[in-house]
Nanobody
Framework: EVQLVESGGGLVQAGGSLRLSCLLS????????IGWFRQAPGKGREGVSC????????WYADSVRGRLTISSDSAKNAVFLQMNSLEPEDTAVYYC???????????????????????WGQGTQVTVSA
């Protein structure tokens, strides 16, 4: 069964760090773009970052650029999101998702459109206190 499972969320103080994991099962990371999205209470889902392992390319939303770093590990069939210098505005449920079809670059399937992704994880809560 195709599945993505997020973990690593928690409660941290502003300025702190967290490392989120997205474990893939039922398929391999090869040729797919894996994206990170987030949804804060009362707000819509927004794209955060994505990575395509075929060329190692990445894409970041302006709001997180320089603070968050996406990476992958083919041996573990997983994608990670290292979050540093966290701000209260980063508080949200974070989801990872698989691109609808295989892609060649992260820019091609950046996370500006959720419709470009077809399989989603259950989400992991990230809370940043002031």
């Amino acid at each position: 069964e195709v599945q993505l499972v997020e973990s690593g969320g928690g409660l941290v103080q502003a300025g702190g760090s967290l490392r989120l994991s997205c474990l893939l099962s039922g398929f391999t990371i090869d040729r797919y773009t894996i994206g990170w999205f987030r949804q804060a209470p009362g707000k819509g889902r927004e794209g955060v970052s994505c990575i395509t392992t075929t060329d190692g390319s990445t894409w970041y939303a302006d709001s997180v650029r320089g603070r968050l770093t996406i990476s992958s590990d083919s041996a573990k069939n997983a994608v990670f999101l290292q979050m540093n210098s966290l701000e209260p505005e980063d508080t949200a449920v974070y989801y990872c998702a698989r691109s609808l079809v295989t892609s060649t670059t992260a820019q091609e399937f950046n996370t500006r459109r959720t419709s470009w992704y077809d399989v989603w994880g259950q989400g992991t809560q990230v809370t940043v206190s002031a």
